[in-house]
């Protein structure tokens, strides 16, 4: 007589030797494995499996306590649940696929564009500055952007008042706070917002050419970028 395994609360039972090949710790599900060369562990290869176990555990059911027919319905219920997850996981693992290789498409596109990314730094060549700005989470009722030089001396404070959620690209021409032209070098820039008198998420948005296209270590693809930093597709704030 085979064993069984109660589980939740209404008193089903499994058979153990079905959790077994479930689980793929059964003697006869291994052997099989190895003849075959293959896991065994398929949807069609559990219910091959679930089904021999069934007719082996009608055949040799204890006559004065018979398998109760719900029992088994239960048992089919589950094995068909197991089978629909197998095949589910399948269809998700095929879609993730084709979703990685659009990505990758996508982002090959992009080789050669102008990108605001964060980043918090902007270049100043020929008396230009570089493209730059700034992402809110929320309207704010005043944004301000600070410029520092390389020796971490604010050289100007930009003011750029009411602003609503979303990406603000920033147009700057480069001088200092007394309006005297700034000379060409890399400067930081820091944002920061206000809501009624609060202070509020602000981050700030470098500009920089898409140089070329890697795959991530998450498997993602990232933008290699000018200013020597890279960043995933999805941190794209804006395309200039």
Request: hydrophobic share 35%; proline share 3%; charged share 5%.
């Amino acid at each position: 007589m085979t064993t069984s395994t109660t589980i939740g609360g209404n008193g089903t039972t499994v058979s153990q030797t079905l959790l077994d090949t479930m689980n793929g710790t059964n003697s006869t599900s291994s052997s099989a494995s190895s003849t075959s060369g293959t896991s065994g562990t398929s949807a069609t290869d559990l219910q091959n499996t679930f089904l021999s176990l069934l007719v082996a555990q009608l055949k040799n059911q204890d006559p004065t306590n018979p398998m109760d027919s719900s029992q088994m319905t239960s048992q089919l219920a589950q094995i068909n649940t197991v089978s629909g997850i197998s095949q589910l996981n399948t269809t998700l693992s095929s879609l993730a696929t084709q979703m990685s290789a659009g990505q990758q498409s996508q982002a090959a596109l992009l080789i050669g564009s102008t990108v605001l990314a964060p980043g918090s730094s902007v270049s100043v060549a020929s008396g230009k500055a570089g493209a730059f700005g700034v992402q809110l989470a929320n309207s704010v009722n005043d944004l301000q952007v600070v410029v520092k030089n390389s020796a971490g001396q604010i050289v100007n404070t930009i003011d750029l008042g009411k602003q609503s959620a979303g990406t603000i690209p920033v147009g700057w021409t480069p001088t200092d706070s007394a309006g005297n032209a700034l000379p060409d070098g890399t400067y930081t820039i820091s944002a920061v917002g206000t809501i009624n008198g609060q202070q509020a998420t602000a981050t700030t948005l470098a500009g920089a050419t898409v140089q070329s296209v890697v795959m991530q270590n998450n498997g993602t693809p990232g933008l290699v970028l000018s200013n020597g930093s890279t960043v995933g597709l999805t941190s794209v704030a804006a395309i200039l």
